[in-house]
């Protein structure tokens, strides 16, 4: 045996927050530090979200079908 302790190949997210992440975190703090990063990433992404397929103001909308919406990420903001 060699006196390196064994490297662990998890790759998914923490049993305890279910973030991605490479390792569990250990404590509870490690968690909510994780879950600030994940909110923080999401509103960065939502941010730069924008409608899309939405009837301009001159185009008449079929009266038996409510117009469809759709969100595209303006992908030229993201890192």
Known sequence: ?????????????????????KVPHETQEGCIAALREEIGR?????????PTGVP?????????HAPSIGLALNKTELH
């Open 1 to 21: 045996m060699s006196g390196s302790p064994k490297v662990s190949a998890y790759a998914g997210s923490c049993p305890f927050c279910g973030v991605a992440t």
């Open 56 to 64: 301009g103001a001159g185009s008449p909308a079929d009266e038996n």
């Open 42 to 50: 999401m509103r960065g992404i939502l941010a730069n979200l924008k």
